[in-house]
C-alpha cells in the first residue's frame, strides 16, 4: 500500500520525484466557485523556492505552477484540480557515489528495504523537493479558509533562538531565515554561512499561528484537530518534533498554572486569558489562536565524510556532493503554512458536514 495522500474531505495527492520531468498535486474536495488560477498560487511557491539566497540550495528552479484541471473561466469547478510544476535544474550526475552506499541520516537505506529498490538521484520521493507540490496544494487551501490568517517563521537555528521581546512580524520577509528578530537574522547569516563553508548543516524550530480558526472545528479521539496538525507536519521531510501549545514545556507546570482560564467576553463568549492548549481542546478548536511548532533536523546530505555501508554491505564513507540546503527549515517554513492551511480546510469542511 502507498500512501501519497492526505485529508478525509478536502484532500491532497502528490506525485513525482525531485529529478524527474516535473512533480505535482492533485486537489479534490474543494468547493466549487472559488476564484483561483496561477497567479493565486505563485507568491507562496516563490517563499519556498530554492537558489533565493546563498543560505539556500543553489539548485535554481521557476518552481511555475500549471493548472491542468479542475478550474473554468478562472473559478473552481468541484472537480479534481491538478497542478504541475515542471523540473528544470537537475543535475543527478551529482549523486553517483549515493547510487553504490547509503547517506547517514538520509532516506536511502529506509526505502530500499521496504521497496528493494530505491531512486538515488535526490533522494526520489524522499527529496525536499517534493513539499513544493503541498506548498501548491496548500495555496488552493487557502481560498477554502479565508477567515483564517496563518502565519509561520523560524524562532531557533542550531540552537541560537529569537528574543521573544524582539518580536516583529514585519521582519519576517524582510530577511532571508523567515526571522521575526532583526538581531538573530544577523546572528543567523553568520551561523549559517559557517556551517554551508564547513559542508555541514543546522537544524531549526518553525512556529505557525492560524489565526480566526472557529470554536467548533475539529472531531473529539480519532479526528482530532491537533493529531490531524501533528500527523501532518509530521509528514514534512526532516521534521524529528511537533508541539502543539506548550507542547513539552506543559508537562513542566502544574495543574493551575496550565489551565486557560475564562471569563465572560462579548457575544456571549468565553475570553480567554491564556493558551497554553495552542487553541485546540479535546481535539476541537477553542477559537483561540491555533499554535504548532515543527522542528527540522540538520540536513542529511553533508560534504562531511560519514561512516556508512555500500548496498553490498561494505564499509565505507560518503561525502554528499551537490547543492543542499545548509539548513532546510529555513525553506521548510512555507510548508509548515500550506500543511496548516491544508489541514483546518478539511476540517472546515468535516465540521460543516457534520454540523450543517
Known sequence: MSVNTFGRVFRFTTWGESHGPALGAVVDGCPPGLELDEAAIQPFLDARKPGTSKFTTQRREADEVKILSGVFEGK???????????????????????????????????????????????????????????????????????????LAYVTEIGGDAIDPA?????????????CPDAAAAERWAELVDKARLDGSSLGAVVECIATGVPAGWGAPLYGKLDAD??????????????????????????????????????????????NHAGGIAGGIAT??????????????????????????????????????DPCVGIRGTPVVEAMMALVLADHKLLHRGQIG
Open 287 to 324: 477559537g483561540q489562536p491555533v499554535v504548532v511548532r515543527v522542528g527540522f533536523k540538520p540536513t542529511s546530505s553533508i560534504l562531511i565524510p560519514q561512516e556508512t555501508i555500500t548496498r553490498e554491505g561494505t564499509a565505507t564513507q560518503l561525502a554528499t556532493k551537490g547543492r543542499h
Open 166 to 178: 524582539n518580536f516583529d512580524a514585519a521582519q519576517i520577509r524582510a530577511n532571508p531565515f523567515f
Open 76 to 150: 473552481t469547478t468541484g472537480t479534481p484540480i491538478s497542478l504541475m510544476i515542471e523540473n528544470t535544474d537537475q543535475r543527478s550526475k551529482d549523486y553517483s557515489d549515493v547510487a553504490l552506499a547509503y547517506r547517514p541520516g538520509h532516506a536511502d537505506y529506509a526505502y530500499d528495504a521496504k521497496y528493494g529498490f530505491r531512486d538515488y538521484r535526490g533522494g526520489g520521493r524522499s527529496s525536499a523537493r517534493e513539499t513544493a507540490a503541498r506548498v501548491a496544494a496548500g495555496a488552493v487551501a487557502r481560498l477554502v479558509i479565508p477567515e483564517v490568517t496563518i
Open 229 to 274: 496538525l501533528a500527523a501532518a507536519m509530521m509528514g514534512i521531510n526532516a521534521v524529528k518534533a511537533v508541539e502543539i501549545g506548550d507542547g513539552f514545556a506543559a508537562a513542566r507546570l502544574r495543574g493551575e498554572d496550565n489551565a486557560d482560564p475564562m471569563r465572560p467576553g462579548a457575544d456571549g463568549k468565553p475570553e480567554f486569558t491564556a
